[in-house]
């Protein structure tokens, strides 16, 4: 155990879950999607084909994600220059957060009339049950791997000889850029329905 994490638990279980969570989520959900799976698909597409391909390919990426999620606990993670690990990881922390924060503003936004979202795609689909699947399954899901991964990071500069407070340092920025992110999606997201 690093000398900086003595004080506290270790935050070493958050990589394992970070890792558990990706790798769930993109067989689970996106490899039983791109195999045909319907279950939290809320109507039709246009071209049902080329979204099992995207699904797919999203899961290939959420795969790599989860490993990438080791390397924040695994001895081999040292072994890497530190920013190689934690730009990244604090990287996509930023996205996975933004990409449901921004849903929970635009989607009830929608709902309530304020704005009109475009959903391309959908040959048929079904607003409500999209949305419930969105804010109840999906986006937990990118805000639970945002908070798990961002935590793992931490963890990996405490065992990687940072200091606490270069830590928070850290952490305030990678909510700063969370916010930064969900803003400027949030406002493309509002113009592409103006």
């Given at each position: 155990?690093?000398?900086?994490?003595?004080?506290?638990?270790?935050?070493?279980?958050?990589?394992?879950?970070?890792?558990?969570?990706a790798?769930?989520?993109?067989?689970?959900v996106?490899?039983?999607?791109?195999?045909?799976?319907?279950?939290?698909?809320?109507?039709?597409?246009?071209?049902?084909?080329?979204?099992?391909?995207?699904?797919?390919?999203?899961?290939?990426?959420?795969?790599?994600?989860?490993?990438?999620?080791?390397?924040?606990?695994?001895?081999?993670?040292?072994?890497?220059?530190?920013?190689?690990?934690?730009?990244?990881?604090?990287?996509?922390?930023?996205?996975?957060?933004?990409?449901?924060?921004?849903?929970?503003?635009?989607?009830?936004?929608?709902?309530?009339?304020?704005?009109?979202?475009?959903?391309?795609?959908?040959?048929?689909?079904?607003?409500?049950?999209?949305?419930?699947?969105?804010?109840?399954?999906?986006e937990?899901?990118?805000?639970?791997?945002?908070?798990?991964?961002?935590?793992?990071?931490?963890?990996h500069?405490?065992?990687?000889?940072?200091?606490?407070?270069?830590?928070?340092?850290?952490?305030?920025?990678?909510?700063?850029?969370?916010?930064?992110?969900?803003?400027?999606?949030?406002?493309?997201?509002?113009?592409?329905?103006?």
């Amino acid at each position: 155990m690093a000398v900086t994490e003595r004080r506290g638990r270790s935050l070493a279980w958050t990589g394992y879950a970070a890792f558990a969570w990706a790798v769930v989520y993109a067989v689970g959900v996106r490899g039983y999607q791109g195999f045909g799976g319907t279950l939290g698909i809320a109507g039709t597409f246009e071209d049902p084909a080329g979204m099992r391909r995207a699904s797919l390919i999203a899961g290939v990426g959420i795969l790599l994600v989860g490993i990438g999620a080791l390397a924040l606990v695994r001895p081999w993670g040292l072994r890497l220059p530190r920013w190689l690990v934690i730009v990244p990881a604090l990287t996509g922390s930023a996205y996975a957060a933004a990409h449901a924060l921004t849903a929970y503003v635009t989607k009830p936004l929608h709902a309530i009339g304020v704005v009109q979202l475009q959903f391309d795609g959908w040959a048929q689909r079904d607003e409500t049950a999209q949305f419930l699947w969105d804010l109840l399954f999906y986006e937990p899901w990118f805000l639970g791997l945002g908070v798990l991964t961002t935590l793992a990071t931490l963890h990996h500069h405490r065992r990687s000889g940072g200091s606490v407070r270069a830590g928070r340092r850290l952490m305030v920025l990678t909510a700063l850029a969370t916010l930064a992110l969900t803003a400027f999606s949030c406002t493309l997201v509002v113009a592409r329905s103006l």
